[in-house]
C-alpha cells in the first residue's frame, strides 16, 4: 500500500507563510527523493523542491530559491514544505511526492513514482 497525505493547504496573503507538511506510509516511504510539485491553472505539474531520504541533499526551483524551505523528519515519515514571502504566482495545487533522486534526467524529467492528492495553496494580491 502507498499513500501520502498532504496537510496545510489554504487561502494567504500576498507576503505572508504558510507550510505544508506530508505523511507519507507503506512503499513510497521506502523511497530515496521525496519532493514537491505544484500545477497552476492552465500548467503543467512543476517541480518546487526535493530533499534526500538523509536530509543531505535538497534542490530548489529557481522561482522558490532563498523562499521555501523542505525539511524532513525520518521519526515521523514527514517531508515539510516551509513557504515564505508568498505570491499570487504561487496559487497552485501542491503534491507530495516520492521517487529515485531529487534530479532531473539528462533530459530535464524528473523521477518521482508514487503521490499524494494535492492540495490548494492560494495566495491572494
Known amino acids: 500500500q502507498v499513500e501520502l497525505v498532504e496537510f496545510g493547504g489554504g487561502l494567504v496573503q500576498a507576503g505572508h507563510s504558510l507550510r505544508l507538511s506530508c505523511v507519507i506510509s507503506g512503499r513510497a516511504s521506502n523511497a530515496d527523493a521525496m519532493g514537491w510539485f505544484r500545477q497552476a491553472p492552465g500548467k503543467e505539474r512543476a517541480f518546487v523542491a526535493g530533499i534526500s531520504r538523509s536530509g543531505k541533499s535538497t534542490n530548489y526551483a529557481d522561482s522558490v530559491k532563498g523562499r521555501f524551505t523542505i525539511s524532513i523528519d525520518n521519526a515521523k515519515n514527514t517531508v515539510a514544505l516551509q513557504m515564505n514571502g508568498l505570491t499570487p504566482e504561487d496559487t497552485a495545487v501542491y503534491y507530495c511526492?516520492?521517487?529515485?533522486?531529487?534530479?532531473?534526467?539528462?533530459?530535464?524529467?524528473?523521477?518521482?513514482?508514487?503521490w499524494g492528492q494535492g492540495t490548494q495553496v492560494t495566495v491572494s494580491s
Open positions: 511526492a516520492t521517487g529515485d533522486t531529487i534530479f532531473p534526467n539528462f533530459q530535464g524529467k524528473y523521477q518521482f513514482h508514487y
